[in-house]
């Protein structure tokens, strides 16, 4: 019997516990205020040879360093291992790394060589070897993506329009904002977001649009169907990221709540409207994919599920006119938003209509109406009057709630729809209903 193997249970036990321990820090708990330096290099010595005979306690080191989590995108490996490990593919092959889950970002090898004289007195010369490497987690490719929908998407029945008759007038409902695969819950200022609260808004939003009768109602959708695609559009992402809430499931879920619980639902379904937001990026990082390609494949869907009505898209800027108006659709996250949006609509619009700007991406209403100052002289006095321009921008209330970043900024709001008609003279009425 050694001088610590009546410790030898606990200190077994400990690892199985804590296989992350080192056995320095294990030594000096067991001895506590007893140790003496001495003392704390032998126990430790015997810890360390206590491990290399027991392979228990090797394969639970093993199994517990190899540490993921999918859902943050995280991985981090720590082994020790009596194999050999001189490659990335020893690595990979030891650590038992899924590719299908995890990519390598980097790796190093670091060598140096000791020698031994245990065994002879001109010593044995061993080089060691080092292996690290760094994962994140794989998101598919753009094609990747689309390979596993367009299965799905080739055996779509197409969707009915229900035909009602009604007062031959028509209506524009705009929406913005539906960030699905969100879920949020228990923020201070900000409503609780899910599936079902989607649902919710939806089914009221029909309501609401249904119950002005329209003979032909039209509508808008001005980007960011998805809270993220990649799953990890921010490192934080998956915080806000429902299970299952990113990638292929996140686009089929958006066409079937879409389609079935407001598109189909709507009497009188004329035409329907798309552009692309930040957030409908396929990729992490938006300098790879800026212009939403995945507000694309949702377009590309419903024109199959609606194939008896126009289904208009473009990933920036979409102009349309419904019923006298010129309306400028786009998500307002483009650069052109930020700027005099007098130009915008002269670059854009149709100078002899009137031109209705519709925006999202703020969460939250605003209303921009512009003016023309018009001066008219009399004798030595000078009035300046205040004449209505044919054009005005109004960034829509979003659909979706918000975030605990969007709260931190302050752009939450109540959920809500627009909807607009011709007044009789070229102008819009226009309708806010918070849901």
């Not at 810890?47 to 360093?65: C, M």
Request: proline share 2%.
């Amino acid at each position: 019997m050694g001088k610590w193997s009546h410790l030898d249970e606990k200190i077994i036990t400990s690892i199985k516990k804590n296989p992350k321990i080192s056995f320095g820090s294990l030594a000096s708990s067991l001895l506590k205020d007893k140790k003496t330096k001495e003392d704390w290099r032998s126990l430790r010595i015997h810890i360390w040879r206590l491990s290399k005979k027991n392979h228990e306690i090797i394969n639970e080191i093993v199994n517990n360093k190899w540490n993921q989590d999918e859902k943050k995108g995280l991985a981090e490996i720590e082994i020790d291992v009596s194999k050999p490990v001189k490659t990335l593919e020893d690595l990979i092959e030891v650590c038992d790394i899924d590719l299908d889950i995890w990519e390598i970002d980097r790796w190093v090898c670091n060598t140096w060589g000791t020698t031994s004289f245990k065994k002879s007195i001109d010593g044995t010369y061993r080089t060691n070897y080092q292996v690290k490497a760094w994962l994140s987690k794989r998101t598919k490719t753009q094609e990747e993506l689309l390979e596993s929908i367009l299965p799905i998407i080739e055996d779509y029945i197409p969707k009915k329009i229900n035909k009602v008759k009604c007062k031959n007038k028509i209506g524009v409902a705009s929406f913005a904002d539906f960030h699905i695969g969100a879920e949020v819950k228990q923020l201070l200022k900000t409503k609780d977001f899910n599936i079902e609260v989607l649902i919710n808004y939806l089914q009221k939003a029909v309501y609401i649009i249904n119950s002005h009768n329209y003979s032909k109602v039209h509508v808008n959708m001005l980007g960011d169907f998805f809270e993220s695609l990649s799953g990890i559009n921010h490192e934080n992402t998956f915080k806000s990221l429902m299970a299952d809430g990113w990638g292929a499931n996140a686009i089929i879920m958006a066409n079937e709540i879409i389609g079935e619980h407001l598109l189909s639902k709507i009497n009188n379904l004329t035409s329907i409207n798309i552009v692309s937001g930040n957030h409908d990026r396929m990729t992490a990082s938006n300098k790879v994919d800026n212009t939403g390609e995945g507000g694309k494949v949702l377009w590309y869907m419903l024109k199959k599920d609606f194939p008896t009505i126009p289904v208009r898209y473009h990933n920036s800027v979409l102009s349309v006119v419904i019923d006298g108006i010129s309306y400028l659709l786009t998500h307002g996250d483009k650069g052109y938003s930020k700027k005099e949006f007098s130009k915008f609509v002269l670059d854009y619009g149709i100078p002899d209509l009137y031109n209705l700007v519709m925006e999202g991406h703020l969460h939250s209403r605003v209303v921009t109406k512009a003016v023309k100052a018009k001066r008219t002289q009399y004798e030595e006095i000078e009035a300046v009057s205040l004449d209505d321009v044919n054009y005005r921008k109004i960034v829509c209330a979003s659909i979706f709630t918000g975030n605990w970043f969007s709260e931190s900024i302050g752009y939450s709001s109540a959920a809500g729809l627009t909807i607009t008609e011709n007044n009789g003279d070229g102008k819009p009425n226009v309708f806010d209903y918070s849901l």
